[in-house]
């Protein structure tokens, strides 16, 4: 019985590192949130794209929106984790301190939700995807993973939905409206912003001209 368990989870090891590998040269067939998007809402729109398609309006809105020390640290910011523990202290609203990579490693191989054992997972998977496949490749999973609208997942989707253009031909303002419905993008609407949208929209247009792409 324990040789069955240890060749189950050498199977599954060598697995996850096949994936990990392949998941550097191509984008995910299918992800477990979308699984969800389409069991919930009846559709799917996406249409991966790769880094360069994508443009710099809004791979710089989404960094400057999400994870400003993105291309500096190594997948994991402890300022913002402990800023957001300090935060989720005081009682107030719970907020993430989660890094793109950490979001990217969330969306590619793991699932929604806050238990230890997710987390757990994602600290590992975001440290090998952070040596295996280096910031370039990491943004451009994240860019084309995220949940961006009911039903709809990664920028390109969401910029013809939303825009009717492709992500590359965004404006600068277009870009960072894309980034301001993060992280609740069922809720909010770009096109029916209130005024806390509104806000967030014009601060996110100010940092991303702090933002220098790799």
């Given at each position: 019985?324990?040789?069955?368990?240890?060749?189950?989870?050498?199977?599954?090891?060598?697995?996850?590192?096949?994936?990990?590998?392949?998941?550097?040269?191509?984008?995910?067939?299918?992800?477990?949130?979308?699984?969800?998007?389409?069991?919930?809402?009846?559709?799917?729109?996406?249409?991966?794209?790769?880094?360069?398609?994508?443009?710099?309006?809004?791979?710089?809105?989404?960094?400057?929106?999400?994870?400003?020390s993105f291309f500096s640290h190594n997948g994991f910011d402890y300022k913002a984790i402990q800023k957001a523990m300090e935060h989720n202290e005081k009682g107030k609203k719970l907020r993430g301190g989660s890094t793109i990579s950490q979001q990217t490693a969330k969306n590619i191989f793991l699932w929604q939700g806050r238990s230890w054992i997710r987390k757990g997972c994602e600290a590992v998977y975001t440290f090998i995807i952070e040596l295996?496949?280096?910031?370039?490749?990491?943004?451009?999973?994240?860019?084309?993973?995220?949940?961006?609208?009911?039903?709809v997942f990664g920028v390109e989707a969401a910029s013809e939905y939303y825009f009717n253009k492709s992500s590359k031909n965004l404006t600068k303002s277009e870009a960072a409206w894309i980034a301001t419905i993060l992280p609740n993008p069922k809720k909010y609407d770009p096109k029916n912003p209130s005024a806390y949208l509104s806000k967030k929209h014009r601060w996110i247009m100010r940092q991303m001209n702090n933002i220098a792409l790799k």
């Amino acid at each position: 019985m324990w040789k069955k368990i240890k060749k189950f989870i050498y199977i599954l090891i060598l697995a996850n590192i096949l994936f990990i590998v392949w998941g550097k040269f191509f984008n995910p067939p299918i992800t477990f949130t979308q699984i969800g998007g389409l069991v919930e809402f009846g559709k799917l729109k996406r249409d991966y794209v790769s880094y360069d398609e994508m443009g710099s309006n809004v791979k710089k809105a989404v960094v400057a929106a999400e994870d400003q020390s993105f291309f500096s640290h190594n997948g994991f910011d402890y300022k913002a984790i402990q800023k957001a523990m300090e935060h989720n202290e005081k009682g107030k609203k719970l907020r993430g301190g989660s890094t793109i990579s950490q979001q990217t490693a969330k969306n590619i191989f793991l699932w929604q939700g806050r238990s230890w054992i997710r987390k757990g997972c994602e600290a590992v998977y975001t440290f090998i995807i952070e040596l295996v496949w280096g910031k370039e490749v990491i943004l451009e999973r994240y860019l084309n993973s995220i949940e961006m609208g009911r039903g709809v997942f990664g920028v390109e989707a969401a910029s013809e939905y939303y825009f009717n253009k492709s992500s590359k031909n965004l404006t600068k303002s277009e870009a960072a409206w894309i980034a301001t419905i993060l992280p609740n993008p069922k809720k909010y609407d770009p096109k029916n912003p209130s005024a806390y949208l509104s806000k967030k929209h014009r601060w996110i247009m100010r940092q991303m001209n702090n933002i220098a792409l790799k």
